[in-house]
Each structure stands twice: as C-alpha cells, then as structure tokens.
C-alpha cells in the first residue's frame, strides 16, 4: 500500500491522505485520480496524462520531472503532490 | 519606470501577531487557521538600507533586457507556460510573457507587469539590471514598514485600493463564488491576465513610497522557503516545500484580499515553473 499525502488547500471534507497500490509514479496518480474523481482536475491533464507542473515527493526525496515515468513506488512509500504555488 | 524606494535600515518583527490569524478565521474566508500558520510567530530581522522597485517590472522593461540578451525565458523554452482554464491550472501551449494566453494573445499593454517569469527569469533579469531580487524579509518592510499593518495603506481593506478579483468581480465570499467568477471571465474574455498598468493606484503606496505591492502580480523573493518556527503544525504539502521553494509574495490579481496581505506568504517551484499571474521586482544594497 502507498499513502498519497495531498495539500489541505486541495482537501476536500478535510481528508488529505488516501492510499493506492504500488506501481510506477505516474499510475499511482491515476488510481487517485479514479478512486477520488474530484482530484482528477488537478491530477491530470485532459488527455489523462500528470501534469508535468506538480512536484512530487516520494519518501521525502523529489522526484525530477523527466524520471517520473519510471520511477517505481513501492509498499510503504509516501507520495506527497505538491502544487508549483503553496500557501495563500 | 525604472525608480527605486529607499527603505532605511531597520529591526523589525516579520510576520504576523497571533491577532491576525484570529481575524482570519472570524473573517469566515476559505481557509483553516493552520493554513496561516506559516505566518507566525513573528521573528526579529535587522536589515540594513537598501533600494526596491517602486513597481513590478514592466514588459516593456523585460522586452528591453530581452533584446538586449536574446534571453529566452523558461516558459519559451519549454513550449507551454501554465494559465488558469476554464477547468484548472493547465500547461497552455506557446503561452509566455509574449503571449500569456497563448499563441495570438498579447500582454494587456507595455506598461503592465510582466508574467510568465519563472525564478531564474526573474534572477536573470535582475542581474543585468545590476540589481537582485529582495529577500523575503526587504519584500515585507517595504510593503508594510516597521509597524505592523495588514496592506500597504493600513488596516481597513479597500477593494478600490489594488488589483485583486475583488477590484473586477465585487466581494467574493468563498472559492465558489470565485470559481463562478472566472468561469464568466473565461467565457467572456478568453481568461486572460487582468493586470493593469503598474502605478495605477495611487492610494497603495507602502510607507516607502512603493506600490502594487498588494494584489497586481505574485512577486518572486531570492529567499527560500522556510518556517518561522520548524515545530509549527502547518499544512504537509507546504512542509514539503521547505528548502526547495522560493517566496512569492504580495498575492494578484487573481487572489481575494486575505492573499494580498504584506505578511502572507507564498511559495513558488524555482525550477523552471511560472504562471500567467507571477512577476517580480528588483532590489539593490543601498
């Protein structure tokens, strides 16, 4: 199981973990996306793909942007999306 | 354009006193408590004298370092530059300081704010202007001087005072109520940038004499993101962003009064990300 650690100012009803599968980073962003669709708009572009501008956390370590497609998940890890622009 | 403000050196407490969270909250706007945490609790700074922009950077000052350089910036180089939609934050192909929009739009006029300016933009201008960004704690004293107050000109919010959603949409109680907003906007003008020409407030000067300082553009700080206090329970996602982010302060023209406020504060991706309503503005050791 991966926890993914959302932002409070995208939570909604307050919740801002949720878990997914393990799997390559970019699929577990669409799992959230398909279990929780208000996430969707900002998860994923409109042909479904992450968009490129969030910056993603896995385990505390960011994740460059051109290694995201490969990079693999695992049981235990954290992911933590976090928007370009944070606070307000 | 190209005037810079004086602000002495001075100690001061950067951040907000606990009063204004309070506020925030009986205010009944969007946000918990916690996400204002970041605000306090105040710290003690000592900054010595240095010179800030009167104004955000123009276009036509960018356009000026752009012909002079052949400098590209971040959003050029990467084919897309990041808009609010109709749906979302989205990466707009061809969209820059050029053409906010994208391809065929146009900035809303010389004399406006540039956007589209991502850190390294904004850090690579300054230094051929022979200046610097200001650091967080220069932003905040010259927005506000040494004695606390929550905008620029004070403490009792005028929506007629700075560009902000509220100057074109009216009061706008909650993020429905903005959401509705722009959906209009989009529909009726194509979601463009509603920035104006810098100055256009002449009631908005900081107490060194500096404006747009509230609302107009978010503004790009060379300090980066850090908690005034680490045992502070403030939200996980801007946790995160503690040392990799940079500051961007003074809200714009997309944002309600409480983000325009002289303390809140922001934080922005510096590597390579901006968006059509980030600009900046120089400063210089005195």
Redesign the interface.
């Known amino acids: 199981m991966v926890v993914v650690v959302v932002s409070r100012a995208w939570a909604q009803h307050g919740r801002t973990t949720f878990e997914t599968d393990a799997g390559r980073l970019p699929d577990v962003l669409r799992q959230l996306a398909d279990a929780e669709p208000e996430y969707r708009r900002r998860l994923l572009n409109s042909d479904g793909e992450p968009y490129g501008y969030l910056s993603i956390f896995v385990d505390a370590e960011s994740v460059p942007r051109n290694s995201r497609a490969e990079i693999e998940v695992a049981d235990g890890s954290t992911v933590t999306i976090v928007p370009p622009l944070v606070g307000g | 354009m190209d005037e810079m403000a004086r602000v002495p050196g001075a100690t001061f407490l950067q951040g907000s006193p606990s009063w204004v969270l309070d506020w925030l909250v009986s205010e009944g706007q969007s946000?918990?408590r916690?996400?204002f945490v970041?605000e306090t609790p105040q710290i003690q700074v000592r900054l010595a004298a240095f010179l800030i922009d009167r104004y955000p950077v123009t276009v036509a000052q960018f356009r000026d370092f752009v012909a002079a350089t052949g400098y590209l910036t971040d959003a050029e180089r990467s084919g897309f530059g990041?808009v609010y939609g109709p749906?979302?934050?989205?990466?707009r192909r061809d969209a820059s300081w050029r053409c906010p929009t994208g391809a065929g739009s146009s900035p809303g006029g010389e004399d406006h704010p540039v956007v589209h300016i991502s850190w390294q933009d904004a850090d690579a201008y300054a230094r051929w202007a022979g200046k610097r960004l200001p650091t967080e704690a220069e932003w905040e004293l010259a927005a506000r001087g040494v004695d606390y107050r929550i905008w620029p000109w004070g403490n009792d919010w005028n929506a007629k005072f700075a560009n902000t959603a509220e100057l074109h949409a009216g009061p706008l109680a909650d993020r429905d109520s903005w959401w509705r907003w722009w959906q209009a906007e989009c529909s009726a003008r194509g979601g463009q940038p509603l920035t104006m020409p810098v100055g256009s407030f002449g009631d908005n000067a900081s107490p060194y004499g500096c404006y747009d300082m509230a609302g107009s553009v978010?503004e790009w700080v060379s300090t980066p993101s850090f908690l005034y206090d680490d045992a502070s329970e403030c939200?996980?996602?801007?946790r995160?962003?503690v040392g990799?982010?940079r500051g961007?302060r003074g809200?714009s023209w997309m944002?309600f009064r409480?983000?325009v406020r002289c303390s809140?504060?922001?934080?922005?991706?510096p590597?390579g990300?901006s968006?059509f309503a980030v600009g900046f503005r120089c400063a210089r050791d005195s």
């Open positions: 946000f918990p916690e996400w970041d990041v749906r979302f934050w989205e990466e978010y939200d996980p996602a801007m995160m962003t990799h982010y961007l809200g944002n409480y983000q809140e504060r922001m934080y922005g991706d590597a990300w968006n």
